[in-house]
């Protein structure tokens, strides 16, 4: 090995450890009152353990439980329906590059009737072309506010003619909330499962 690399790769040694201890998952056996409580919320709701993007979470558990409370609502019972708040969850995942996000919703999104092709080009960081009119809102929609920061009254009123105040509103909250999703995970360095594969890493 070049004596250049070895020296990288000693270099590079204690941030990979530190990497792994960021938010480590917190054993059950370990969970303080809080955490208990929180757990037992959390599986009463979802009815399956904590898991996941919670999982970091779980070091507030305050925030974990407000957190799942809201994509209770937010995964499953949005006002524009779960096809397109998979279509909005892919965009973010590529937006804030984030593995894990991307993992979970890709597959979920194939089975609620988004193209292969569509998630592909999201993937990629391509526009898809040819999409469904209620798609292509919402895929604008999202994309423009996660760029801008905010949306032209062109933008707004599509999604408004399309889904109603309403609808707009659980939108721009599925982006939020997936958003913060994609932060906590990023900043914890949740790993990836061994079957899962990095999205492309594109140009900033």
Not at 120 to 144: K, M, N
């Amino acid at each position: 090995m070049p004596r250049r690399l070895a020296t990288l790769l000693v270099a590079l040694a204690p941030c990979a450890a530190l990497a792994q201890e960021r938010l480590p998952t917190i054993p059950p056996a370990q969970y303080s009152p809080e955490q208990k409580q929180a757990s037992e919320a959390f599986e009463a709701a979802r009815k399956v353990p904590v898991f996941g993007p919670f999982e970091p979470l779980m070091h507030s558990p305050e925030v974990m439980t407000l957190a799942r409370s809201m994509g209770d609502y937010l995964r499953y019972k949005p006002k524009i329906g779960t096809t397109l708040s998979e279509l909005v969850i892919l965009v973010n995942a590529r937006h804030w590059t984030q593995d894990y996000e991307w993992y979970v919703h890709a597959p979920i999104a194939r089975k609620v009737g988004i193209a292969p092709e569509t998630i592909a080009a999201i993937r990629d960081g391509r526009r898809p072309a040819g999409l469904p009119e209620d798609q292509e809102a919402a895929y604008d929609f999202t994309s423009e506010l996660l760029q801008n920061k905010r949306v032209s009254d062109a933008t707004f009123a599509r999604a408004e003619k399309l889904f109603g105040k309403p609808g707009v509103v659980d939108l721009t909250a599925v982006s939020g909330y997936y958003t913060f999703l994609a932060m906590e995970l990023n900043v914890a360095r949740y790993p990836l499962p061994k079957d899962g594969t990095p999205l492309p890493r594109l140009p900033d």
